[in-house]
């Protein structure tokens, strides 16, 4: 008989709806319960393409004996962190001060007043190396509750007082200059490793935000170090297990430091970020890697998880069925080398092993190997790889597929759309710009409301109940800023305007400046989530600093700027301390030093002399250059009013900081002059 989860849209909810355990999702209602039941309330949090959490989900809340405890001594709590990330960074932040580490499944217990006692991660069903069994946690806790009840109020509201005390020192009121940005990059020039690509050792991440840094680094300052690093980094990634060989698009990370066996989820966020790296790192370069990398992996996100309404799943499982009925880890991906032969034959699975990095050992489990790219020397014939390719795609096509979560997130989409506008800009690939353009078009008409606020997500084109969080407008505002630039459209102006007003209100302390996850008259939690550091994603913090910096050059609105200057002052703090964790918010304070530029395109729109200066203006590197074009007398966007056509031919001009080049019809000489 299903629970009460059967009525949401959460994917990840939905898997645990015909779970023994009696699940509530996080309500008023659920906590109310548990004061008059007398009960302590376990909080579950996960997300639909976590690998641990399917087999915590599989050992205990499938188990009928742990769940009939479950229901007789605790309030059972589920939640998405996709779906509500401050419920999740709330008691993450606890997870981690407590024990010094966090990570989902992540397995927290309440008071009725929603105060946190005890925490973990994932528990066993039996004990396991040192950690117990989940039954005995279970128990452990019911004891304590009922015999040491004072006890247990009191550890409570210590935590609580102690989360509290940890309000972010907003750092320097200054904006980070020259030397700060300096520091940064001799920080992860530390952390660099030269023999692989990356920062730090394994497991190792893509490193999407800090090289968007490096290469406005780069195109500001002229630094070959930032450039190299970025180059090597992503060419190490595309050649690695990381990065899907026959069908493009990125796993999660890398459990090793070489980028050979990947965790194999694939996520939205991570594929929209490292698109648009991969295209702008071709607009630093030109490097035909960077090209290819960019164009599959725009590709896979339309064809793999594009919705029936037009917005972008949220992820693709890790594990999918082996053949067996049994669900694994990576076996949608992996290949042996009888199973090359099985496909290809004996000659081609011979050059497919060598090409791809198959070995008899294996580089992954039980003698399969993750695809990878390891030669960088000696020529292979490129119809014959081709061919290969595409047969061992087809035949992976009929394993049985990861499960696609289908819940559309407001900031992850916002980010597809900043990619897939731009890629297909710059690639001459306007079925990338329809696709971002569905994508926003979504965003519009079902997750604004008429009040312009956002919901956090969607799913079958049902909204959720969920409201949006600051990396929600942020991120959204990126997107449709990316899309004014592209098409040329005011009404994506005018939209991101909307989002980044409710910002400055609703997200932003007026005293300090200092931003908020959560709205101010968002559901209070025991703390207001307040995080700057970039992670998995942009930080709402660094994304919104970046949006409000983009809106206010675009139209010259000061308090936007403003706020962004604010804003960045925690990049002084942090960058030259802990750049590897603060990309995105360096990333903007370069495009702040560098002005950033205003670029403005008068023409009409279908002179080709017009799309030439425009296609030279996107395709600039100085850091957060802003773009706008339309016909002389539009009134679309700002930038545009008074720009006048010179000689009556398609014109460009290049403003920074209240001063202005010369306006120029020759796309050489605008090139130029974004360069300087």
């Known amino acids: 008989m299903p629970n009460r989860l059967a009525h949401e849209t959460s994917p990840y909810l939905l898997q645990h709806a015909d779970n023994p355990v009696d699940w509530w999702p996080w309500s008023a209602d ?66 981690q001060a407590a024990t010094g580490q966090g990570g989902w499944p992540m397995t927290v217990f309440l008071t009725p007043d929603a105060e946190p006692f005890y925490f973990g991660t994932y528990f066993p069903p039996a004990p396991r190396q040192g ?8 128990e452990g806790v019911h004891s304590a509750w009922t015999d040491r009840r004072d006890e247990v109020a009191e550890v409570a509201e210590k935590i609580v007082r102690d989360l509290a005390g940890r309000e972010i020192a907003f750092g320097d009121t200054q904006v980070p200059g020259e030397e700060d940005l300096a520091g940064a990059l001799l920080g992860l020039t530390r952390d660099y490793d030269a023999g692989h690509g990356g920062f730090g050792g394994a497991p190792k991440f893509p490193p999407s935000m800090a090289i968007e840094f490096l290469l406005r680094h780069h195109a500001r300052t002229g630094a070959e170090g930032a450039l190299q690093m970025a180059a090597d980094t992503c060419e190490r990634m595309a050649r690695g297990g990381i990065y899907d060989q026959l069908a493009g698009g990125f796993a999660r990370y890398s459990v090793d430091r070489e980028w050979v066996v990947p965790h194999f989820e694939k996520m939205l966020y991570d594929n929209a970020l490292l698109c648009r790296v991969y295209a702008h790192l071709w607009r630093s370069t030109g490097s035909d890697l960077a ?50 032969r099985e496909v290809l034959g004996d000659q081609d699975a011979e050059l497919a092993a060598d090409y791809f990095g198959v070995t008899q050992e294996g580089t992954f489990e039980e003698g399969a190997s993750v695809l990878q790219l390891p030669q960088s020397e000696g020529v292979f014939d490129a119809e014959r790889i081709a061919s290969i390719r ?9 394993r049985p597929a990861p499960g696609r979560d289908d819940k559309v997130v407001a900031a992850w989409n916002g980010l597809a759309v900043a990619a897939l ?111 700057p550091t970039d992670n998995a994603t942009p930080s709402g913090w660094s994304a919104a600093a970046g949006a409000l910096l983009s809106y206010a050059a ?84 700002p930038l545009l ?36």
């Open 421 to 531: 506008a731009e890629t297909g800009a710059y690639f001459d690939r306007p079925d990338l710009i329809e696709a971002a353009l569905g994508a926003a078009d979504l965003l519009v008409r079902l997750h604004l409301d008429e009040h312009a606020r956002l919901a956090r997500t969607s799913k079958d084109g049902r909204v959720g109940a969920n409201a949006g969080v600051l990396e929600d407008y942020a991120d959204v505002s990126e997107g449709f800023l990316a899309l004014a630039a592209v098409t040329g459209e005011g009404v994506w102006l005018e939209f991101a305007g909307f989002l980044l007003d409710h910002v400055l209100v609703q997200f932003t302390d007026e005293e300090s400046g200092t931003l908020y996850d959560t709205a101010a008259d968002a559901e209070k939690l025991i703390r207001r989530p307040q995080d």
């Open 554 to 637: 675009q139209t010259g609105a000061e308090p936007h700027r403003a706020a962004a200057e604010r804003a960045l002052g925690v990049v002084k703090a942090l960058g030259p301390r802990a750049p590897r964790f603060i990309g995105w918010g360096l990333a903007t304070a370069e495009a702040l030093l560098d002005g950033p530029r205003e670029v403005a395109v008068v023409g009409p729109v279908d002179d080709p002399a017009t799309k030439e200066l425009h296609r030279a203006a996107l395709l600039a590197t100085a850091p957060g250059a802003v773009v706008a074009v339309g016909a002389p007398d539009s009134d679309e966007l």
């Open 131 to 138: 950690s117990p069994s989940f039954r005995q946690v279970l």
């Open 641 to 676: 009013a008074e720009r006048l056509l010179v000689s009556g031919e398609p014109t460009a001009y290049v403003c920074r900081n209240f001063t202005c080049d010369a306006p120029t019809t020759d796309v050489d000489r605008l090139r130029e002059a974004l360069k300087r």
């Open 291 to 340: 090209r290819r990398v960019a164009l599959e992996t725009a590709d896979f996100m339309v064809r793999e998880l594009r919705t029936n309404e037009g917005g972008f799943a949220s992820a693709l499982d890790a594990d999918s069925d082996d053949g067996t009925g049994k669900h694994v880890e990576g076996a949608y991906y992996v290949w042996t080398p009888a199973q090359l």
């Open 30 to 95: 659920a906590f109310e319960e548990a004061r008059k039941s007398g009960k302590p309330v376990l909080l579950s949090v996960g997300y639909s393409s976590c690998h641990w959490c399917h087999v915590m989900a599989h050992e205990s809340f499938e188990d009928q004996e742990t769940a009939d405890y479950l229901n007789a001594h605790f309030v059972s709590v589920k939640v998405d962190r996709e779906e509500r990330p401050d419920v999740d960074a709330v008691y993450m932040e606890a997870v």
């Open 390 to 398: 595409a047969r061992l795609l087809e035949a992976r096509g009929e």
